[in-house]
């Protein structure tokens, strides 16, 4: 069978492209189909949504992390022939690195993959107004790309006499409508949606979600335009690995302990995957709840969360604190980001100026600032090479509104728009740790560094 794939796109951000995708999900994999999902740009939580909610494998594609050759291998790798992969856009279809370049942006992923798009548009407040601009949409989509059209937040009775309008004057298939149902937003916080975990009856939402969508969108129709696509041909990479294959020199896999629970929960499922191709075992631990860092690690990865949101917990929990400092300043390979990087520090102070004790790895404070300090994509390159090959960089974003009293001086950011440069990350020759997210595949070689120094551990 040959493989599916449509995207869900917009206009802008807010049009309900994550509720209307997650509803598809749904709606999917109740009529049987095998189902795959990717959300374009650095985002964690969509994911966590499909993954968590509703047990569908998720990832991450970026046209400006990875070049065109390596996102299509990515998303082949990611979706099987006999699936239907469902990719979710970010902010408006055409909006990309800057907001003026197609880099990142969700048509250019589009046009990598060979994936037909569903715009979904929030026509509320809207009349005959929505031709024009679908038009503007359509006259800009040079490669017809969109194959079809969701009306958000429209009534049924004006549904029945815009429909018409837009299908013969533009020629565009109206695939249907979803009409205003506030019940079922997903509510916010400070880095985008709460977690999936942290709502309600998840699960009954969206499988009434599944249902209206099925009531008044044609899901048929969606499956008819997923089989028009282009999937790309599966592709090797010279720079891929494929743990003892590529490095027989490993003695043994050696195994990373992975902190993951209600604070720590931000990762890249393809960060993941290439620490396991590289020959490392995965091993997920708790800060929160677990006593000690797992006894047969030979290396730590904590990732980006909520610690902010856990910071008495965590705090109360001195052994599993004691455990990981112990375990970092004896020379086990580390790398934090973000909320990790965060953990790492003396102490961290919320929001409200409480200062809450934290593993003491880095001696220096984090604290709220009430504004975004660091936002957008970055590329880094470091002052001297100890997890990177000297001169290369890797990719990544920064998404913060906690500052640090040090954010070291061992890299460089570059911000991809600008040029503009500032200095981040704490590291010696075992550890790395910063506020930058970094997307591996952006550069195999911090991988293959960070497991080679693992397995010197093992």
């Known amino acids: 069978m040959k493989g599916r794939s449509v995207m869900i796109a917009a206009p802008k951000s807010g049009s309900g492209k994550t509720v209307i995708t997650c ?25 966590m949504f499909h993954e968590t909610a509703m047990g569908i494998p998720s990832g991450n594609l970026d046209t400006f992390f990875t070049d065109e050759e390596q996102t299509r291998r990515l998303f082949t790798d990611g979706a099987g022939e006999d699936q239907i992969a469902v990719l979710e856009g970010v902010m408006g279809v055409y909006d990309g690195l800057g907001g003026v370049r197609k880099e990142g942006s969700s048509y250019h992923l589009a046009q990598v993959t060979g994936t037909p798009i569903v715009l979904v548009v929030d026509a509320k407040g809207m009349g005959r107004s929505v031709i024009p601009l679908l038009s ?134 393809e960060n993941l995957r290439m620490l396991e191709e590289y020959g490392a075992e995965i091993l997920y631990f708790s800060p929160l709840h677990d006593k000690k860092v797992p006894d047969k690690c030979h290396g730590l990865l904590i990732g980006g969360g909520y610690p902010e949101l856990y910071a008495g917990a965590l705090s109360e929990n001195e052994r599993m604190r004691e455990s990981v400092r112990q375990a970092v300043n004896r020379g086990m390979p580390a790398a934090a980001e973000c909320g990790g990087f965060m953990y790492l520090h003396t102490e961290l ?49 920064e998404f913060h509104y906690y500052d640090s009293t040090d954010n070291g001086d061992g890299a460089e950011a570059i911000k991809p728009g600008t040029g503009k440069t500032y200095s981040c990350i704490v590291e010696n020759e075992h550890c790395w740790m910063g506020f930058p997210h970094l997307y591996y595949p952006s550069n195999d070689g911090f991988v293959k560094a960070f497991v080679e120094k693992m397995n010197k551990m093992s």
Do not use: W
Not at 29 to 35: D, F, L, M, T, Y
Not at 158 to 176: A, C, D, F, H, Q
Not at 368 to 380: A, D, K
């Open 136 to 269: 503007g949409f359509l006259a800009y989509d040079r490669d017809r790309l969109i194959g079809g059209v969701i009306l958000n937040r429209m009534s049924e009775g004006y549904y029945n006499i815009i429909k018409p309008l837009i299908e013969r004057e533009l020629k565009l298939t109206v695939l249907g409508y979803v009409p205003e149902q506030k019940e079922l937003g997903f509510e916010s916080r400070h880095l985008g949606l709460v977690m999936p975990d942290e709502l309600e009856d998840i699960k009954g939402k969206l499988e009434k979600a599944s249902g209206q969508l099925e009531k008044t969108v044609s899901v048929d129709g969606i499956v008819k335009l997923a089989g028009e696509g282009r999937r790309p041909d599966g592709g090797g990479s010279e720079r891929r690995g494929r743990g003892r294959e590529m490095y027989p020199a490993l003695k043994k896999r050696p195994v990373i302990g992975v902190a993951r629970d209600e604070a720590f929960c931000f990762y890249y499922r």
């Open 349 to 397: 102070i919320d929001r409200e100026g409480v200062p809450f004790a934290m593993a003491g790895v880095l001696p220096a404070s984090c604290f709220y600032t009430g504004r975004l300090v660091r936002f957008g994509y970055i590329e880094l390159q470091e002052n001297k090479s100890i997890f990177l090959p000297e001169g290369e960089r890797i990719k990544g974003h």
């Open 23 to 47: 509803a598809l999900l749904q709606a999917l994999k109740n009529r049987g189909e095998k189902v795959v999902s990717f959300k374009c740009g650095p985002d964690y939580i969509d994911p």
